[in-house]
């Protein structure tokens, strides 16, 4: 490794940063979203620009080095040991063009840094529900978003890429030039390259509500009429009458205790938000409000999931259909999880909603995501800090999937990829064909499995 770090150092400019666990900002670098798994890697290194990231993905396949990209730190697989990561922190940059409706995105742009760069120019695109999300990773492996219902996912987007290859070339991807490789990123990114950039489309504000503002909503329920306000839900969401997406979970709040949440967010007014969940606030629920919000500010209110370190995982499970009775025995096994297991109190269990999207604009873009279908998804965040009960946490994970999926033949399972890595191919990449041309595409691109042995 010594050989090695002596010659990249050699090789990248003076902006770019390698850090040993000697160094002081090493220990930072190696931070992240949670400590499940977290390794120590031999070697840190920051490209700062494209052609360093080039140089460093070349030099790492020459020596035989095996090594990760890292954004935001909030995947599981972007740690290492003994190896090395390529840390995207110090290489990051975002041009908008609100003429044309585009939005270049490079290196380690975080999600609420694009936020912020598309709303000065009045635009929005898809994002992820987290600030501190990295934003290119987010968009290659799909890009589960609140916009779905508008704009569809985040790879519906994509209109071109830049990606550094196992090669170590820089090589476009783009409609006329090497199509079939847009087409993989478009969905499996992360299995074929070290993505540096992606431009994708923009939207007018408008499109989320007057002004550019939508609404948040909260109403708070007990956890003992988990069934009544889900069949409630469900008859809301299923009218399809109205744009909205939002989450319905178990939690334990500071303030309330274990509770039921409805958290919608529509686009549209405040009145009509309130007319749409009116039968919501018919149940009476505990509690309820809602406020505006604009894209700038996109996820500023889920900033309490963001901080780094602790034991957290939070896996995505694709389901047919908002189900009432499973939900309730989904409350119930959250409860079991928070009186076995002290301390994973401030894990929360949630049905995600997204009405359909319009059929035409993005949803007409092929990708090789293949999940466009799924409008509900099953998302389970455990968080705990005793890492002695790391399985037992998981087996509550796994308990939760079964109990969604119950009446689920499991040939239609669905995983997202962005969160699991463990699940089959076939529960994350529905279409047959478009497996074996991604296999097929791996041959080409990266045969001997730099970034990962994912499809070959």
């Not at 400019?13 to 890697?41: C, H, K, Q, V």
């Not at 070349?58 to 954004?71: G, H, R, S």
């Not at 800090?385 to 399972?413: C, G, K, W, Y």
Request: proline content about 6%; overall charge negative.
């Amino acid at each position: 490794m010594d050989t090695f770090v002596s010659e990249v150092r050699h090789k990248i400019s003076e902006d770019s940063r390698i850090l040993t666990p000697g160094d002081p900002e090493f220990a930072t670098s190696n931070e992240r979203w949670t400590d499940i798994d977290r390794e120590t890697p031999a070697v840190i290194i920051q490209p700062n620009n494209e052609v360093d990231v080039a140089v460093v993905v070349k030099a790492a396949k020459e020596a035989k080095v095996p090594f990760v990209p890292a954004t935001g730190g909030h995947s599981p697989w972007s740690t290492i040991k003994n190896g090395l990561i390529i840390d995207l922190s110090r290489y990051k940059a975002i041009s908008v063009d609100a003429d044309q409706r585009t939005v270049s995105v490079r290196g380690g742009v975080l999600m609420k840094e694009l936020q912020v760069a598309l709303s000065k120019h009045d635009q929005f695109t898809t994002v992820a529900n987290g600030n501190t999300v990295g934003a290119i990773p987010y968009m290659i492996g799909g890009g589960i978003s609140s916009y779905t219902p508008l704009i569809g996912y985040a790879c519906e987007n994509i209109l071109s890429a830049r990606v550094v290859v196992a090669s170590g070339d820089i090589v476009v991807a783009s409609e006329t030039e090497n199509s079939d490789l847009l087409w993989a990123i478009r969905g499996a990114g992360q299995f074929f390259g070290l993505v540096t950039e992606l431009v994708l489309r923009t939207y007018s504000p408008s499109l989320i509500g007057p002004n550019g503002v939508r609404q948040i909503g909260t109403l708070f329920y007990p956890t003992e009429r988990a069934l009544e306000v889900c069949s409630v839900l469900k008859s809301v969401v299923d009218a399809n009458d109205h744009a909205s997406a939002g989450h319905f979970m178990v939690m334990n709040d500071p303030s309330k205790g274990r509770v039921l949440m409805v958290a919608p967010q529509y686009f549209g007014t405040g009145p009509e938000l309130q007319m749409t969940f009116k039968p919501m606030t018919d149940l009476n629920p505990l509690e309820h409000n809602h406020m505006p919000s604009t894209f700038d500010k996109h996820s500023d209110h889920l900033g309490w999931m963001c901080p780094k370190g602790d034991f957290k995982r939070f896996s995505q499970t694709g389901l047919k259909s908002i189900n009432p009775e499973n939900f309730r025995r989904l409350v119930d096994l959250h409860q079991e999880l928070s009186e076995t297991l002290p301390g994973t109190e401030r894990s929360v269990f949630t049905i995600e909603w997204h009405t359909k999207a319009p059929s035409k604009g993005p949803r007409e873009t092929p990708t090789s995501f293949g999940l466009k279908d799924i409008d509900t998804w099953l998302n389970i965040l455990t968080w705990y800090t005793d890492p002695n009960i790391h399985d037992e946490v998981l087996r509550f994970d796994q308990r939760a999937q079964e109990i969604m999926r119950s009446e689920t033949d499991e040939s239609a399972f669905v995983a997202y990829t962005n969160t699991s890595r463990s699940d089959p191919i076939s529960h994350r990449y529905k279409d047959p064909a478009g497996v074996e041309k991604l296999k097929e595409l791996k041959r080409i691109w990266d045969p001997q499995g730099c970034f990962t042995k994912e499809f070959l």
